[in-house]
């Protein structure tokens, strides 16, 4: 499986981007999918999951209530929609999969197989 992230880019403080998480050549619906970020000179932060089989999700507290994970299950792909973002949510967001159907520790990396390529976010105050 290959996954391609997009949807980065520049946006003034409050404001919204929607990521996608594409996935090539295998089925996103039987592996889970999560999004990390890093933010340069801190450590990588797992901020959301999704079960893709049946839509369980999982967010970090510093997102909970402005990020939106979902599926996209006719396309293949994840979407992660930032709303009320910050200059703290500055950073190249990342998406991972693989076969996680437990949500304890779903921001651990340790479980991800497939990773896309990272997309820049950087808010502006």
């Known amino acids: 499986v290959q996954l391609q992230a997009s949807g980065g880019g520049l946006v003034q403080l409050g404001g919204s981007l929607r990521l996608s998480c594409a996935a090539s050549?295998?089925?996103?619906?039987?592996?889970?999918t999560v999004w990390f970020r890093q933010a340069p000179g801190k450590e990588r932060e797992g901020i959301s999951y999704?079960?893709?089989?049946?839509?369980?999700?999982e967010y970090a507290d510093s997102v909970k209530g402005r990020f939106t994970v979902s599926r996209d299950s006719a396309k293949n792909t994840v979407l992660l929609q930032m709303n009320g973002l910050t200059p703290e949510d500055s950073a190249t967001y990342y998406c991972?999969?693989?076969?996680?159907?437990?949500?304890?520790?779903?921001?651990?990396?340790?479980?991800?197989?497939?990773w896309g390529q990272g997309t820049l976010v950087t808010v502006s105050s």
């Open positions: 991972g999969a693989g076969r996680r159907y437990r949500t304890s520790a779903w921001y651990s990396p340790d479980w991800v197989k497939y």
């Open positions: 050549g295998g089925s996103l619906y039987y592996l889970s």
């Open positions: 999704i079960k893709n089989s049946d839509g369980v999700t």
